[in-house]
């Protein structure tokens, strides 16, 4: 180990951690334990049987798990409630009132992958804006970092750079595109850091939907500076922006539940905390001597490049010996959701694969206790849909086999009085009634959190807050068996060895049609409506105790549509429902962001609205742009040349729509081939051919 | 052109259309640069001027490559897009996710760490909440 992490060993948080955690478990495993004894008593034989011994083994996981989620906001509405934690580490210190040291220079960097560009660019601005207001942007530097392989995408982010540089006349904006996208965003960020890292202290990691304001962005570097035992400081972005029906319940949730869960986060993690990727900022040196990631020995899924990294480089950072922060309590730090539900499900499929690999790093010699937890954690976010599931098939099994099985009074030993297989109904919904507190009781401190805080005036008042609370319990009650059931086909795949794919992911609001809706959920609605048919004809009576769940997944289809609809989402805000602070009152970065966007979809030059490809051949001013970036013309073999010809050529006969990505992309990288397309587009004298490439033929403009 | 040329058909014999078509493009090549209306139009006409002198055949390619130089001559170069390398390592250290190195280091080290701080905790309870 080194010589940090000797001298940070002993903090003063770490004997508190200990304390707080053994508080945390032993709040989790006396209820936990206290249930499965009830459990079991509730079932028939007693848990008697190996199904329901399995039947109390899964409960007994189960509710572990949403045991962390309750106690987690417990605690978190405590810490909030008192408005005071000793180490709360964004608390204001005088120190942190200086202005920063030249030396304490900040990479933020943005990591995008074929995204919107317009909407990237808008929130660099408007980024770069805030922090210019602070007095303190020689401090900071940006770095687009792009893993785009759509041409287009990458032309248009050169021109975005291009302007955003002029409109702000700041040179220490810089944009670079990586032609092979080894190990994706980690990848990407280490690339930096190997280039150009030593220049700087500190770098900001930006998701391409990440913005972050000026005065939180100096007061991240100022806590860096002050406390040199913090190698990852990492905000609670408030999700924003989104208008469909899903993401701003998303949005609500994030708003409401969010303080309260981040700061119960923090009561137990203390400096072990998570890294969520993004909207963090991170110490570089110890975050390039201890924190690159290996590949994982064996194939893909669960071997290969770590996928969700951000995970394992906390662990690693804090196995160097630098602290792991949540400031929970630090503000002006957005993101935003996915807009569909489906969006969210490709997200999460991502996710899950990179998660179900941490499992394979939970011996790793040399990390903390506390990391080794949250990788099982971050696994179990997943895998407990598939303990929910398994708990599900389990009661449906047991109340199959005693509706048809014959029972046996009396077993091989004598016994003087036959055993009855008893069922209590009332005790049954006892359980379900301590269930449904561990689920809904967080959501009733939440308000009561905001009107103690005096905040329901940023929820749209204390009536309109409870009818969102009310209705958000209904909607997540209806995507959860939905939720459920893909996570388990998630984690039964990655199990399987099945590989997932890593796109860009969906930031527009776009909605659902009735033909994708039906395509991914169908399969689960049918499986509802049969299992709800069996269990129907053979125990009518638990048929009830399962139709919430199944029938939630029959009504997937037109949930994920209507929850898809920017229409119905903007029909819940003039009902005063979701409502956030950010909508109510958008902070001056947000109302910014809508003006920059307006701006720049309203702003046409001559060739703006061509694709990316057609602009790098024939826009003057962005072709000598990617020119530039491209450096001098190189020799080239004679195949290679006769093929760039070839297709060169073929582009002027057939258009830009004759050629495939990868031939855009090999044009784009040849400065001399696409500098002679150039000139032979511009040179086009038919009307139709010309048009192809956005110019008017010659002989209409003659 | 460097490296390669790409031929194509086109009418020598249009004096007249041929100067207004090359006009017309190189109009639009210069709106699309945005450069000041007065020095658009004065690269226009040298341009022209220097094709008609140089290459009266074929006015559109040869006002284009010269325009192509006047340019190279009046616009500055577009600025990198990174700054200087300062290259740094950053290697991965291989992982040992050895199972018996994890129960006969790890988890002994773990449990005397922390019960120490456990017990040195006990002893500051009041600070267990915050």
């Known amino acids: 180990m080194s010589g940090m992490r000797k001298a940070f060993k002993h903090q003063p948080w770490n004997q508190v951690a200990a304390l707080r955690r053994s508080l945390f478990l032993v709040l989790i495993l006396i209820p936990t334990f206290i249930t499965s004894g009830y459990m079991a008593a509730i079932l028939p034989h007693k848990g008697g049987t190996l199904l329901e011994l399995a039947i109390v083994v899964v409960f007994a996981a189960l509710f572990a798990w949403i045991s962390i989620g309750f106690w987690t906001a417990m605690l978190g509405f405590y810490t909030l409630i008192r408005r005071f934690d000793r180490f709360a580490i964004a608390r204001p210190r005088p120190a942190d009132r200086k202005p920063l040291k030249p030396r304490a220079r900040t990479a933020i960097l943005i990591p995008i992958c074929n995204e919107d560009v317009a909407e990237v660019f808008a929130r660099i601005r408007v980024t770069y804006e805030s922090l210019k207001a602070t007095g303190e942007l020689e401090r900071f530097a940006f770095f687009i970092l792009s893993d785009s392989a759509n041409p287009d995408c990458w032309i248009e982010e050169e021109a975005a750079w291009a302007r955003l540089r002029e409109k702000t006349g700041y040179a220490d904006i810089h944009y670079r595109r990586r032609r092979n996208n080894i190990k994706r965003k980690s990848g990407n960020v280490a690339d930096f850091c190997r280039r150009w890292g030593r220049d700087f202290r500190y770098m900001v990691v930006f998701d391409a939907d990440s913005i972050m304001t000026g005065p939180t962005l100096v007061r991240m570097v100022q806590i860096m500076e002050r406390r040199r035992d913090v190698g990852i400081l990492q905000t609670a972005p408030a999700c924003v922006n989104r208008e469909t029906l899903l993401a701003r319940v998303q949005q609500f949730a994030n708003r409401l539940y969010g303080p309260m869960f981040a700061a119960g986060l923090h009561f137990w993690q203390l400096g072990d905390a998570q890294f969520w990727g993004h909207n963090a900022i991170i110490r570089i040196r110890p975050f390039m001597e201890h924190c690159a990631l290996p590949r994982l020995p064996g194939r893909p899924p669960l071997g290969g490049d770590i996928l969700s990294h951000d995970f394992v480089e906390a662990a690693l950072m804090r196995r160097a010996g630098y602290g792991v922060w949540l400031a929970f309590d630090l503000g002006g730090s957005y993101e935003e959701v996915p807009p569909t539900l489906l969006d969210e499900l490709k997200r999460d499929r991502r996710w899950c694969q990179g998660n179900m690999q941490h499992v394979r790093l939970l011996f790793t010699h040399g990390l903390f206790p506390a990391h080794r937890a949250l990788f099982l954690n971050g696994a179990m976010a997943y895998v407990s849909a598939l303990l929910w599931f398994l708990f599900l098939t389990l009661s449906t099994a047991e109340a199959l086999v005693e509706a048809l099985a014959t029972p046996t009074y009396f077993g091989p030993e004598k016994a003087l009085f036959p055993d009855w297989p008893v069922w209590h109904p009332q005790w049954a919904l006892t359980l379900l009634a301590s269930t449904a507190v561990i689920l809904f009781l967080p959501k009733l401190f939440a308000i009561a959190l905001v009107a103690i805080q005096q905040r329901a005036h940023e929820f749209g008042g204390l009536r309109r807050l409870a009818a969102s609370v009310l209705a958000e319990v209904v909607f997540s009650t209806l995507l959860a068996p939905v939720r459920m059931l893909f996570h388990s086909k998630f984690v039964f795949v990655t199990l399987l060895g099945g590989q997932i794919g890593w796109g860009s992911q969906n930031r527009s609001d776009a909605a659902t049609t009735w033909g994708d809706a039906w395509r991914f959920h169908g399969g689960g609605s049918l499986l509802a409506v049969l299992w709800g048919a069996v269990v129907y004809v053979v125990n009518p009576s638990f048929f009830w105790w399962l139709s919430p769940i199944l029938a939630a997944l029959v009504l997937a289809v037109p949930v994920s549509v209507f929850s898809s609809q920017v229409r119905a989402g903007r029909a819940a805000r003039r009902l005063g429902l979701f409502l956030t602070p950010e909508e109510i009152a958008p902070p001056p970065e947000l109302r910014a962001l809508r003006q920059q966007l307006a701006a720049s979809r309203r702003s046409g030059d001559l060739f703006s609205a061509c694709p990316g490809f057609v602009r790098a051949v024939v826009d003057p001013r962005v072709h000598r742009l990617h020119l530039a970036q491209l450096g001098a013309i190189r020799q080239l073999n004679p195949t290679l040349a006769q093929r760039r010809r070839e297709l060169a050529e073929r582009a002027l006969l057939e258009g830009p729509q004759g050629l495939a990505d990868r031939d855009k992309r090999e044009l784009l990288g040849d400065p001399g081939a696409l500098h002679a397309l150039h000139l032979a587009v511009w040179q086009l004298p038919d009307g139709e051919p010309a048009r192809r490439w956005g110019l008017p033929g010659l002989a209409d403009s003659a | ?130």
């Open chain 2, 1 to 130: 052109m460097p490296g390669m040329d790409i031929v194509i058909d086109r009418p020598t014999d249009t004096a007249g259309p041929a100067w207004a078509q090359a006009r017309a493009r190189l109009s639009l090549y210069l709106e699309a640069l945005e450069l000041p209306e007065a020095d658009a139009a004065r690269l226009l006409e040298l341009a022209l001027a220097r094709a008609r002198e140089e290459h009266p055949a074929a006015l559109l390619p040869a006002a284009l490559s010269a325009l192509q130089e006047l340019l190279a001559q009046r616009l500055e170069t577009p600025p990198p897009t990174m700054p200087r390398l300062r290259r740094g390592p950053m290697v991965p250290a291989p992982l040992d996710r050895s199972l018996l190195r994890f129960l006969l280091e790890d988890l002994p080290a773990w449990l005397a760490t922390s019960s120490l701080h456990l017990l040195s905790g006990l002893r500051r309870w009041p600070r267990l909440l915050g």
